[in-house]
């Protein structure tokens, strides 16, 4: 009996628009986010950390943001430094995807081209830091992330 049930739930599967047999699995996964994160270096190797408005207990952090839907993880990186400092970025390298809860995180290296500027509302000011003088309003993950790779890609 289980056999037969299965091999008719199979027929209908194969018969159902593509279109229902997606919004069917996407209504049982889970749903989570995804954005970018970039350490971005100059000719000096400082590192660009961003004070954000949005980060109350951390105001100062990488930069980045979300990925749009259907965008690239690499476009999205090059476009959020271009909107928050007028940056472009070369020599850009995917380091580490991680999660967090229900959260997705694409961590580049890249480096800096032009000259970086509060170019979003969402940025209260720019600056390039010494590995070691990072600023203190950064969260402590962010800093590990940083000294890591950078000892780690000298």
Do not use: C, Y
Not at 36 to 64: C, D
């Amino acid at each position: 009996m289980f056999q037969m049930t299965k091999k008719l739930l199979q027929e209908i599967w194969k018969i159902t628009p593509p279109i229902v047999r997606l919004r069917v699995i996407r209504s049982m996964q889970k749903k989570f986010t995804a954005s970018v994160v970039a350490i971005v270096l100059n000719e000096k190797k400082e590192v660009l950390v961003l004070n954000h408005f949005f980060r109350p207990r951390a105001s100062w952090g990488l930069p980045g943001g979300f990925i749009d839907p259907d965008e690239d993880s690499e476009l999205a990186i090059k476009r959020e430094l271009q909107e928050e400092t007028g940056l472009e970025l070369e020599n850009v390298e995917l380091i580490k995807v991680r999660t967090i809860k229900k959260h997705l995180e694409i961590l580049f290296l890249a480096k800096g081209i032009g000259e970086a500027r509060v170019n979003s509302p969402e940025i209260k000011e720019v600056g390039w830091f010494q590995l070691d003088d990072l600023p203190d309003e950064m969260s402590k993950v962010q800093k590990e992330i940083v000294r890591n790779i950078l000892n780690h890609n000298s």
